[in-house]
């Protein structure tokens, strides 16, 4: 089963642009699904968005707007980029990946952001 | 306001069973073959225990169980043990989402 790892900035401030990586190590990541989740402070779980290994990109339409979803297998990461941040973007943000868009049995674990100034 | 609808709360005894419901607006969830169901203990990541409505991941104990009638799918766990309690939430994709989709997320007590 794969290992993910997240990293990236735990504090930005608003208008600026998150910006998180996922390392994948312990797989193949052909045939998956590629995914970023998201969970504000006490809430539910928010899904961002997939790449899939093919190259197809699929957005939640909230924040289609704003979210770049890229892969470069050569490094064996994916990434996730938020434009135009605001506090209501202040998350525990997850990568996941599994073989089917709501089949995520592998997870990282999670990086806090926090938008503020 | 999430597409798919859970209650906010559920509880039940060591060795019962409880059943957390997830509804879903829109026609097309009812038939939907992709509804999946994650556990989540406080400061950690969620874990996939259902998926395709009734399938476990292996290691997953067969105490949890996923069903769907209809708009409304169903997680039971039964055999209620104290390390059950934590978070749930239903996942789903359909084609009238266009994405993907969780509920709102339940919290299981083990009184």
């Known amino acids: 089963q794969v290992q993910l790892q997240e990293s990236g900035p735990g504090l930005i401030k608003p208008s600026e642009t998150l910006s998180l990586t996922c390392a994948v190590s312990?797989?193949?990541?052909?045939?998956?699904?590629w995914a970023w989740i998201r969970q504000p402070p006490g809430r539910g779980l928010e899904w961002i968005g997939y790449i899939h290994s093919s190259g197809s990109t699929l957005y939640n339409p909230s924040l289609k707007s704003r979210v770049i979803i890229s892969s470069d297998t050569s490094k064996g990461q994916f990434s996730l980029k938020l434009k135009s941040v605001t506090a209501a973007d202040t998350a525990v943000y997850y990568c996941a990946t599994g073989g089917a868009p709501t089949r995520n049995p592998s997870w990282g674990q999670g990086t806090l952001v926090t938008v503020s100034s | 306001q999430s597409a798919l609808t859970q209650p906010r709360s559920v509880s039940g005894s060591p060795g019962q069973s409880v059943t957390i419901s997830c509804i879903g607006a829109?026609?097309?969830?009812?038939?939907?073959?992709?509804v999946s169901w994650y556990q989540q203990h406080p400061g950690k990541a969620p874990k996939l225990i259902i998926y395709?409505?009734?399938k476990r991941p292996s290691g997953v104990p067969d105490r949890f169980s996923g069903s769907k009638s209809g708009n409304t799918a169903s997680l039971t766990i039964s055999g209620l043990q104290a390390e059950d309690e934590a978070d749930y939430s239903c996942c789903s994709y359909a084609g009238s989402y266009s994405y993907v989709v969780f509920g709102g997320g339940t919290k299981l007590t083990v009184l």
């Open positions: 312990g797989g193949s990541i052909s045939g998956l699904y």
């Open positions: 395709d409505v009734s």
């Open positions: 829109g026609s097309d969830f009812g038939t939907s073959p992709y």
